[in-house]
């Protein structure tokens, strides 16, 4: 299974007031009133009036992102973050394999990173995206780490987080669904009219 972010994530009410207007912005609801915003072609022209630019190679220490965070963009983010932390998030993987990357702004300039790390053999902790997640303010839980506490998990790609944006879901969405899931194969699920066994 693949998995692709290109995303920024800061609190839900500084984002909504920093997008509040934009045509091409949407905002995906996380745990912990943490909101993404999914970062598209179309939003980045939007935000800073010119097209976005791609790195050519690979993403590695020396160039983190896919996406070039233009002057322009990266200075955006950067006055974003005098309302609060504003983290771009990035990862790409397909069949066991990848890599995932973030930078922090905070009171107007950057506060952490950018880190890059296509091996994860730390703590998941260290982890770029978990590290950045607990600068925003992220909070332990019981999910394994800030990713999965967030919701970072509940949908694999661009295309998803816009629906889920646009849909107004909440990762309590995706979690009674599972929960659904978990006992209609346990098979106690009844039916709301279902009167239950004959005889009890």
Known sequence: MSYQLSAVVADVELLREQTAGLDHAVLAALRQDFALLPVTPQLVEELTGALPDFATGEP??????????????????????????????????AGGSGHQSSVVWSGGEVSWGP???????????EWPINAALARLGAEPGPWIDPF??????????????????????????????AEEWEVRQSGRYQQPDDPGPVGD
Request: no cysteine; aromatic share 10%; net charge negative.
């Open 60 to 93: 590695s220490g020396a160039q983190p992102f896919h996406l070039v965070l233009s002057p322009t963009l990266a200075g955006l983010l950067a006055r974003w973050s005098r309302q609060g932390p504003v983290a771009y998030l990035e990862a790409q993987f």
């Open 148 to 177: 999965a506490e967030l919701g970072l998990h509940l949908e694999s790609d661009t295309a998803g987080w816009l629906a889920h944006g646009r849909r107004g879901l909440t990762a309590d969405y995706w979690d009674e669904l």
């Open 115 to 125: 880190h890059f790390d296509d091996a994860l053999d730390r703590p998941r902790a």
